[in-house]
Structure formats: C-alpha cells, structure tokens
C-alpha cells in the first residue's frame, strides 16, 4: 500500500484551474450587478429563494438552502428587513419559529434586477459554450453539487421545477 497521493491528470488540471478562474474571476463579476443597489450576490440569492418559496421560509430552512450560519443569515437578513425587501415574523403555529417573507418591494427589486443578472451570467459562461458544451456543463456540476449538497442539508438535490427564472 502506498501513501502516495491521487495526482490530478492532465483533463483534471485543467478542469480545476478553470473552475477556479471562474469562481475568482467570474463571480466577482456578477457581484458588480449588484453593488450599485448596495447588495452583493448572497443577499440577492435569498431574495431569489423567497421568491420561489411562495409563502416565505423558516429560517433555519433558509439557512440550510443557502449554507449559511445562523449568525451570518441574521446578518444578511437585517439588511434586507431595513431596506423593506423581506419580512421576518414568528409562525402563526409555532412561536418558536421564525418565518422570512419577501415584500412587494422585494419581489418587484428582485425583478428589475433579474435581467442584469441573467445577462451577466449568459456574458460571464454560456455565451462561450455551445448546446452541447452546456449540457456537459450542466451534466459535470450537477453531479458535483449533488453530492456537495449532501452535507448541506435543505440545499437543491436537483433542477428546480418549472424552470425557475430568479438566480
């Protein structure tokens, strides 16, 4: 038996350090979307999962969705209380529980930003793949976020359902 590590190949190498260019490239990016409204990208994610959730979500749920502490969810969610784009309120059911709702100002933000949003993405990767390259793409990360979303409890298993439009 050796202790010899598992080496990345060549095809592995390159996949990883162009992942990487997009992660410390690219997402800074689609951050610019976002600074002129004073948010940064996860704030607009939970917008983003409030308005796909209907009825608003747990806190704990949300927090389990978009891997987040506590703490940094609390953060994250002020912000969005005092800019009026989110309601947070105990459950009807159980005052135990706490329940985060978007507002009418926060849906109709999270529309009028959607579009940029979306075109930055389409700029930053798909507008460089073709039908085939996507569909790997989509193929390769899913299975990546599949398992890494084992350990985040409440994270997506899967596509949303209906072709969700918010991101």
Not at 35 to 57: F, K, N, Q, T
Not at 61 to 67: K, R, T
């Amino acid at each position: 038996m050796t202790d010899e590590p598992r080496w990345l190949d060549d095809t592995e190498r390159r996949a990883w350090l162009s992942l990487l260019a997009v992660v410390l490239v690219g997402f800074p990016e689609l951050e610019r979307t976002f600074r002129p409204h004073g948010l940064v990208h996860v704030e607009y994610g939970l917008l983003a999962a409030l308005c796909e959730a209907g009825d608003g979500l747990r806190l704990s749920d949300l927090a389990g969705q978009m891997n987040m502490s506590p703490s940094r969810l609390s953060h994250r969610m002020r912000k969005l209380v005092e800019l009026g784009y989110v309601d947070v309120a105990p459950d009807s059911g159980d005052g135990r529980v706490s329940i985060a709702r978007i507002t009418d100002a926060g849906r109709a933000f999270a529309e009028r930003v959607a579009p940029e949003h979306v075109a930055d993405v389409r700029r930053l990767i798909f507008d460089h793949l073709d039908e085939a390259q996507t569909a790997a793409l989509a193929d390769a990360l899913e299975a990546v976020a599949g398992k890494l979303g084992d350990s985040c409890p409440g994270a997506p298993k899967g596509p949303p359902a209906g072709g969700a439009r918010a991101i």
